[in-house]
C-alpha cells in the first residue's frame, strides 16, 4: 500500500521506523519471514504452544500447566537465558500458532510425521512415546490386529491432530475414526459407548484408565515414536539452540531425571 508523504522531514522519520522499529516479521525474497522468535528473544521470552491435556507431558496442576515437557523446556529456556512462557491451545492449533508467529516453539508429545515435517521444522528427539489402545475391560478388541480382522468396524475414538489421529484414520478409514478436542473427551465417549477403544500415548492412557473404572489398556502397541520440538519453518536459529540445549540437558542427565520424575 503506497503512501504519500507529505514533507521530506516526515518520509525520513517512517524510514527511521521501518528499518529500526519493531515492525511485524516480514517476507523476504526466499519467502522465509523473520521468525517470530527472533522478536521474542530480543525481549527475553520464549513462547511455547502447547495442549495441557496430556499427562504426564503437560497438564494443570491448579492454575499451573506442569509436567515433563514444560520442565524440559524450561531447562532449555534457561539454556538460552530467556523466560519461558507457556500457552495452552487445542492439539491442532499449534502447528498454526508455530507458523503464524504467536508461539516460538511447539511442545506437546509431538511426533515427527512426513506430513508436520512439510509443515514445520523439527528438533532432534527428547524422549520416545507408545501409541496404546484403551478399550472396556470386558472389550472382544484383545489386541491391535483385532481393528484390522476382515469385516471389523470398531469405532476408534483419537485426538484430533495427533499421531494416534493420522494412524488411525490411515489405517482404518476416516469413517471408522471418531476425532475429539481432547484424550478426556475421546475417554469419555468410550465410557459412554460412543466408540469401541480410544488410541492415545501411553502415558497419558494411564492416567485415563486410572480415572476412569471398567476401563484397561492393551498390552500390544499400536505405533511407537519419537517426541520433538516443532518450529517454524527455516528458523535455523532458534532450531540449532534447542538442539544444542538438548544435546547439552541429554548429557548432563537433566532430561533423564525429568522423565523418571513422572514416568516410575
Known sequence: MKRIL???????????????GEGEPTE?????????????SESGVLRMATNAYFQPYEYYEGEDIVGIDVEIAEAIA????????????????IITAVNEGSADFGMAGMTVTPERVEDVDFSVSYANGVQSIIVPENSPITCADDLFAEGATYKVGVQLGTTGDIYATEDLGSDRVVQYSNGNNAVLALVGGSVDCVIIDNEPAKALVEANEGLKILETAYADEDYAICVKKGN???????????????ADGTIDNIL?????
Not at 507529505?6 to 529500526?20: E, K, N, R, T, V
Not at 535455523?236 to 541429554?250: G, Q, R
Open 6 to 20: 507529505s514533507a521530506i522531514l516526515g518520509a525520513a522519520m517512517l524510514l527511521c521506523f521501518a528499518s529500526c
Open 28 to 40: 523476504t525474497e526466499s519467502g522465509t519471514s523473520s521468525s517470530a522468535s527472533e522478536v521474542s
Open 78 to 93: 534457561k539454556k538460552l537465558g530467556m523466560e519461558l512462557v507457556v500457552e495452552d491451545m487445542e492439539f491442532d492449533s
Open 236 to 250: 535455523s536459529e532458534l532450531l540449532d539452540k534447542i538442539n544444542a540445549a538438548i544435546d547439552e540437558l541429554v
Open 260 to 264: 523418571n520424575k513422572y514416568i516410575k
